[in-house]
């Protein structure tokens, strides 16, 4: 018979590729019963069996099996040594912002996320930390914002929703070369398309409410560390702070989304691709922003550390009126915010992602009134078309 494993043993599945570990997570099995699908455990708290003698956990806050489940798979499928689950995308990075002290300089995306844009800007930089938003595509302008306090920089790659691409490696030496970590936002590609911690990055962060999930139906944040269990502790300080843990429940509804993520990523990924060939074509589309296209400015960058450009779209239409159109006449696509679900869903960043974005740094990024972005869900790809064609054209 096989022997299970107990739940300090894990990760006993390394021969194995990277699209079996999804399903197989880290225990996989419940260890006491052989449940197949980890089990919602659902405990607030933990009895002892006499003093100085623990199962391993104590309170949830601290540590909770279906969450200890998580993070492990997490930490597994990016890289790490250790994985944190968080109450939201945010909270994973409100705790990686936390590891600045005051008079520390971060280095940002200019286009970043607005919630990310909001953390730094209105509440970290209240606190005495310095920042600074910088185009990561273009290596020479993150060395000029270089600040002699600079001690971390903060990557989205592809960025959200220009689809600049940083070369992470790069990116991750000029850190390195100043004592700063790097820090790579990695919920448009996930683990699956782009390993930032095997291209030098020191943490991944994730909204784990987009692909990781993948269905729309929890909001919740990961963080990894790579090496450092300085960092790593840190972050366990944090979340035992602050409370910001992921729930068992939504634990459980991220591993369950996990264990389709290779086959929904091939999907968004084939799907984007040829809606991304349409609205090329379009005669009212003016621009289409799609890191698979050859002629993408970073596409040589893409090539060399995605295997993947996943479900990822923006397009800029000819009028404000042409964009009101197709927001307002889609049918089975939806007028939502978010991304990464099952879901083909088209968001208005002016108004919805990057409503806290400064407006004159939105003009000059061209996040503008006819600015749309797309994220391809994995319904049948004609259907997706035929909607925005109807929308659009109709
Ligand atoms: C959605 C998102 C976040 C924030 O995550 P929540 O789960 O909504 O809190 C952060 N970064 C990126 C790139 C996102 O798309």
């Given at each position: 018979?096989?022997?299970?494993?107990?739940?300090?043993?894990?990760?006993?599945?390394?021969?194995?590729?990277?699209?079996?570990?999804?399903?197989?997570?880290?225990?996989?099995?419940?260890?006491?019963?052989?449940?197949?699908?980890?089990?919602?455990?659902?405990?607030?708290?933990?009895?002892?069996?006499?003093?100085?003698?623990?199962?391993?956990?104590?309170?949830?806050?601290?540590?909770?099996?279906?969450?200890?489940?998580?993070?492990?798979?997490?930490?597994?499928?990016?890289?790490?040594?250790?994985?944190?689950?968080?109450?939201?995308?945010?909270?994973?990075?409100?705790?990686?912002?936390?590891?600045?002290?005051?008079?520390?300089?971060?280095?940002?995306?200019?286009?970043?996320?607005?919630?990310?844009?909001?953390?730094?800007?209105?509440?970290?930089?209240?606190?005495?930390?310095?920042?600074?938003?910088?185009?990561?595509?273009?290596?020479?302008?993150?060395?000029?914002?270089?600040?002699?306090?600079?001690?971390?920089?903060?990557?989205?790659?592809?960025?959200?929703?220009?689809?600049?691409?940083?070369?992470?490696?790069?990116?991750?030496?000029?850190?390195?070369?100043?004592?700063?970590?790097?820090?790579?936002?990695?919920?448009?590609?996930?683990?699956?398309?782009?390993?930032?911690?095997?291209?030098?990055?020191?943490?991944?962060?994730?909204?784990?409410?987009?692909?990781?999930?993948?269905?729309?139906?929890?909001?919740?944040?990961?963080?990894?560390?790579?090496?450092?269990?300085?960092?790593?502790?840190?972050?366990?300080?944090?979340?035992?702070?602050?409370?910001?843990?992921?729930?068992?429940?939504?634990?459980?509804?991220?591993?369950?989304?996990?264990?389709?993520?290779?086959?929904?990523?091939?999907?968004?990924?084939?799907?984007?691709?040829?809606v991304a060939e349409w609205l090329r074509r379009q005669?009212?589309v003016?621009r289409v922003?799609y890191?698979?296209f050859?002629?993408?400015?970073?596409?040589?960058?893409?090539?060399?550390?995605?295997?993947?450009?996943?479900?990822?779209i923006?397009f800029?239409?000819?009028?404000?009126?042409?964009?009101?159109?197709?927001?307002?006449?889609?049918?089975?696509?939806?007028?939502?915010?978010?991304?990464?679900?099952?879901?083909?869903?088209?968001?208005?960043?002016?108004?919805?992602?990057?409503?806290?974005?400064?407006?004159?740094?939105?003009?000059?990024?061209?996040?503008?009134?006819?600015?749309?972005?797309?994220?391809?869900?994995?319904?049948?790809?004609?259907?997706?078309?035929?909607?925005?064609?109807?929308?659009?054209?109709?």
């Amino acid at each position: 018979m096989k022997n299970f494993s107990n739940y300090t043993d894990y990760d006993t599945k390394e021969q194995l590729r990277f699209e079996s570990r999804t399903v197989h997570g880290a225990l996989g099995t419940e260890p006491l019963t052989g449940a197949v699908s980890m089990p919602i455990f659902q405990s607030a708290t933990f009895r002892h069996p006499e003093l100085g003698v623990t199962t391993g956990f104590a309170y949830s806050r601290l540590a909770n099996p279906t969450r200890q489940e998580l993070e492990r798979t997490m930490a597994i499928l990016e890289g790490g040594i250790q994985g944190f689950a968080f109450s939201s995308g945010q909270a994973a990075n409100m705790a990686v912002f936390s590891l600045l002290k005051p008079g520390e300089h971060v280095l940002l995306s200019d286009d970043i996320y607005g919630g990310t844009f909001r953390i730094i800007d209105e509440v970290y930089g209240t606190y005495g930390i310095e920042h600074t938003f910088v185009d990561m595509s273009d290596l020479d302008a993150v060395r000029a914002e270089i600040r002699p306090n600079t001690k971390m920089l903060f990557v989205e790659t592809p960025t959200n929703p220009l689809m600049k691409v940083a070369d992470i490696r790069a990116v991750a030496d000029i850190a390195k070369e100043i004592g700063a970590l790097t820090v790579v936002d990695n919920t448009f590609l996930t683990p699956y398309y782009q390993r930032p911690l095997e291209l030098g990055a020191d943490i991944v962060t994730h909204s784990s409410t987009k692909y990781l999930g993948g269905h729309n139906d929890t909001i919740s944040g990961i963080v990894v560390v790579k090496e450092d269990e300085e960092i790593a502790a840190a972050i366990l300080r944090h979340i035992k702070s602050h409370g910001s843990q992921l729930a068992p429940m939504d634990c459980w509804l991220v591993l369950r989304g996990l264990k389709t993520l290779a086959v929904r990523m091939d999907r968004h990924n084939e799907n984007a691709k040829k809606v991304a060939e349409w609205l090329r074509r379009q005669e009212k589309v003016e621009r289409v922003y799609y890191v698979g296209f050859p002629d993408h400015k970073d596409y040589e960058v893409t090539l060399r550390q995605t295997s993947g450009f996943g479900g990822m779209i923006s397009f800029a239409v000819d009028s404000v009126d042409t964009a009101k159109k197709i927001l307002r006449d889609v049918d089975m696509i939806m007028f939502a915010e978010s991304l990464g679900g099952t879901e083909t869903l088209i968001t208005y960043p002016t108004t919805q992602t990057h409503e806290d974005t400064p407006k004159d740094v939105k003009e000059k990024l061209g996040i503008t009134e006819s600015f749309l972005r797309m994220s391809v869900g994995i319904e049948h790809v004609e259907d997706i078309i035929a909607d925005l064609d109807r929308a659009m054209n109709g």
